[in-house]
């Protein structure tokens, strides 16, 4: 069985900078087991998306693509406190929060600042539910809609897994259309 910290970690462990085991972090989050829910389904068939679109990509050209897309593109930047904030006092404080949340959570800081998806991930993964579902309504989500918005029109697969993401997390927000990013707090 899953379990909805394993799917964080997962989450987070694909977006961190690709090396050779990339393929196979892919393959981890893809291989977690369907359910009838049609919101699952359509999370693994745009991991899937991703596969197909990416499958002739060596670990050089998987680089380069991620540094194209999160890197270079402030756009698309995995840092969620830059779109929701942007260089205003506001993600300074936002960052000592996070980087305090880090910490209760026993989360250790990679080279990435405290507001990158991949912490942020791991830290939905470690807290109560409530208090998981009440950060990714007003931090995760704007953020995520923000980085959505950069990838229009771009025919980029990194869309596939930000649009999974966004629909994965967090369960019970309801998610009406995959292609529509709307939601409602239940």
């Known amino acids: 069985m899953n379990t909805l910290a394993n799917v964080y970690d997962t989450f987070s462990r694909i977006f961190l900078y690709p090396k050779e085991d990339y ?3 892919i393959a981890a989050l893809s291989s977690f087991q369907v359910s009838t829910n ?10 899937s998306r991703f596969q197909t679109e990416t499958q002739e990509l ?6 380069e693509l ?3 897309t999160f890197d270079i593109n402030p756009v698309a930047s995995l840092e969620l406190g830059w779109h929701l904030y942007e260089e205003t006092y506001e993600r300074g404080s936002f960052l000592v929060t996070m980087r305090e949340l880090l910490r209760t959570h026993s989360i ?9 998806v991949t912490h942020v991930l791991l830290l939905l993964a470690r807290m109560e539910k409530t208090e998981a579902d009440a950060f990714a309504a007003t931090y995760v989500f704007p953020a995520l809609k923000k980085i959505l918005d950069g990838f229009d029109g771009k025919q980029n697969p990194y869309e596939h897994l930000l649009r999974a993401l966004f629909l994965f997390i967090p369960p019970d927000l309801k998610i009406h259309h995959i292609g529509e990013l709307a939601y409602e707090h239940e």
């Open 23 to 25: 393929r196979l972090r």
């Open 38 to 47: 049609e919101n699952e389904k359509n999370i693994l068939g745009l991991i």
């Open 58 to 63: 060596s670990i050089d050209d998987f680089e």
């Open 66 to 68: 991620y540094t194209q």
């Open 108 to 116: 250790e800081e990679s080279s990435e600042l405290p507001d990158h």
